[in-house]
């Protein structure tokens, strides 16, 4: 069985990126002067919400010019990140179960939600999205309108900071690519403390209902994973359990410290629509590769384990292939022995596992070290005797079919 957490993106989500610009030009026309000036301010907007995040504009979402950059360029890149996530992600839900999205900007995690689980489409669901940029949330809801006008989800928008009033018990509590504005320096809100974790998991755990989680999702970037790497320790600290990425408990090995490297995903960008590729390469923004960091956390409960305990030979892949000397192959992986270095002596032509697969190894009795990272060294494919899972091809390879994606959580059984 194949445990994939990013799988490729479903033929849904890539319909509705396809779909999108006319849902956008129903829900925020850009007139001519403004659609040229596009490329330069979603430009822009790119560098404030990544190297020059002093520069950043408290309202930056309310000011119209900037949130049309965000309608056309970010929101539909966190679709397609959110999206592959929520495909891969154990996310159940039951009728009447309520989401909280804070930092909700254009609905954009609903959004992904309903474009990638069409078999959510009939379940009634609540929807509490909150930002402090109440624009942001009204052209929301009008894509939102435009995107799933039949939908069954109750969509209730609140335009206030995050950690205002008292809010619903929520199933699932969604923070993405928001951490760091809620706990910038000077522009927190309702955090003051100098560790701002502090009293966070605290606030979280008193807004969820029995069995509720916490659904962090940051960029890929080492100052981001940094942060949730901070998060994840203190939430072990406090009972929390990791149901997501993390395959153990134990200190993280990929902090983003020092020359660490620092835990993230990052996936081609199969499936993105050629009008978003042709506004990423307008704006000097080109990619072929989306990345994320994230979590999915739950308060521990008196009976359970308070973290994962871990399977000695499973590794959770968290790189792309790179050579190693002597043609042989490399990918990293986290397991609870700390980081590995997967080797394929004798790669074959096929693509191999993917980051966010999961590979159950066979552990040679004294594993060696790579000299350059201090990995632990596991041999890939797993020797007759142990399987392999996760090791087909990807899709798009030219080996037989994968079987079918297990959708992956530890939220079970651990
Ligand atoms: C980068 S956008 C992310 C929007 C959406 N979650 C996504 O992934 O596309 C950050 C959002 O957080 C909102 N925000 C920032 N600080 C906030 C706060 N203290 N309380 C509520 N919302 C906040 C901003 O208005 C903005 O809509």
């Known amino acids: 069985m194949t445990a994939r957490l990013l799988p490729p993106a479903p033929a849904s989500l890539t319909r509705g990126l396809a779909d999108l610009p006319a849902a956008l030009d129903r829900a925020q026309p850009l007139r001519q002067k403004h659609r040229a000036q596009l490329p330069s301010q979603v430009a822009q907007l790119s560098e404030w919400l990544t190297t020059d995040r002093d520069e950043l504009p408290r309202d930056y979402l309310s000011r119209p010019a900037v949130l049309s950059a965000y309608l056309h360029y970010f929101l539909p890149w966190n679709l397609y990140r959110q999206g592959r996530l929520a495909a891969g992600l154990d996310l159940q839900f039951k009728a009447g179960q309520r989401i909280v999205d804070v930092g909700a900007g254009p609905l954009t995690f609903a959004l992904a939600l309903w474009l990638t689980r069409p078999d959510l489409r009939e379940l009634p669901l609540e929807i509490l999205a909150i930002d402090r940029s109440a624009a942001a949330l009204q052209a929301g809801r009008r894509v939102w309108d435009a995107v799933a006008p039949d939908a069954p989800w109750r969509v209730e928008l609140l335009a206030q900071p995050a950690g205002g009033r008292a809010l619903p018990e929520a199933d699932l509590m969604v923070l993405a690519n928001v951490l760091n504005e809620v706990h910038r320096p000077g522009g927190n809100d309702s955090e003051s403390e100098d560790d701002p974790t502090d009293r966070l998991l605290e606030r979280w755990a008193g807004s969820l209902a029995p069995g509720g989680r916490v659904l962090v999702i940051e960029p890929g970037t080492r100052p981001a994973a940094r942060a949730l790497v901070m998060l994840r320790a203190h939430a072990l600290e406090c009972g929390w359990r990791l149901l997501a990425p993390c395959p153990h408990g134990e200190r993280c090995p990929q902090p983003g410290t020092g020359r660490h490297p620092w835990c993230h995903f990052a996936f081609d960008a199969a499936g993105s629509p050629a009008w978003l590729e042709d506004l990423s390469r307008r704006a000097g923004l080109t990619k072929d590769r989306a990345s994320l ?60 596992p993917q980051p966010g697969d999961s590979v159950t190894v066979a552990w040679p009795d004294t594993p060696r070290r790579d000299g350059r990272s201090g990995a632990l060294i596991a041999p890939l494919p797993v020797p007759a005797g142990g399987a392999a899972r996760g090791s087909g091809p990807a899709p798009g390879g030219n080996g037989p079919r994968r079987p079918a994606p297990r959708k992956l959580s530890r939220g079970s059984g651990r």
């Open 293 to 352: 960091s994230f979590l999915l956390l739950q308060p521990g409960v008196a009976a359970g384990p308070a973290a994962p305990a871990g399977r000695e030979d499973e590794v959770l892949v968290v790189s792309g292939a790179f050579p190693l000397p002597e043609q042989a192959r490399g990918r990293y992986g986290c397991a609870a022995r700390g980081l590995v270095l997967l080797e394929e002596k004798s790669p074959s032509a096929n693509v191999g």
